[in-house]
């Protein structure tokens, strides 16, 4: 079983690349589409939270505490869920079948950084 940082860094590498990659394609390949239904600043809302989150979670595989697996997970789920939920808005999925996905992830990217705020206060452990 590969240790957290490993996996954590692979989370980082994976949600960086395809947030480029997804910037990038919306920018150039879906812009004229997002922009006729109004999707364009939800995709460029979904692409800055996860490469925010992206860079958060390459800093957070630096961290050796046990809580980072915790912080990594809230982090992950949260992109996937608020990104994922953002992207497909933008591509014209109806909000009925999304509504309740955004404020999840939304509250899954918080609780990770309650994690970490919790983390930060509490003593080291030797």
Do not use: D
């Not at 980072?68 to 992207?87: C, D, E, N, Q």
């Amino acid at each position: 079983m590969r240790s957290s940082p490993s996996f954590l860094t692979l989370a980082a590498g994976l949600l960086g690349l395809s947030g480029v990659a997804l910037g990038a394609f919306g920018a150039h390949g879906l812009k004229n589409a997002l922009e006729a239904t109004g999707g364009l600043e939800n995709w460029k809302t979904a692409v800055f939270y996860q490469l925010v989150h992206a860079v958060a979670l390459l800093a957070l595989a630096a961290r050796t505490e046990v809580a980072t697996r915790a912080i990594g997970r809230w982090w992950v789920i949260g992109v996937v869920l608020f990104s994922g939920s953002l992207y497909a808005l933008a591509l014209g999925v109806p909000a009925k079948f999304i509504w309740p996905v955004t404020p999840l992830g939304g509250l899954a990217l918080l609780l990770g950084w309650a994690r970490l705020t919790w983390a930060a206060l509490r003593p080291v452990q030797s």
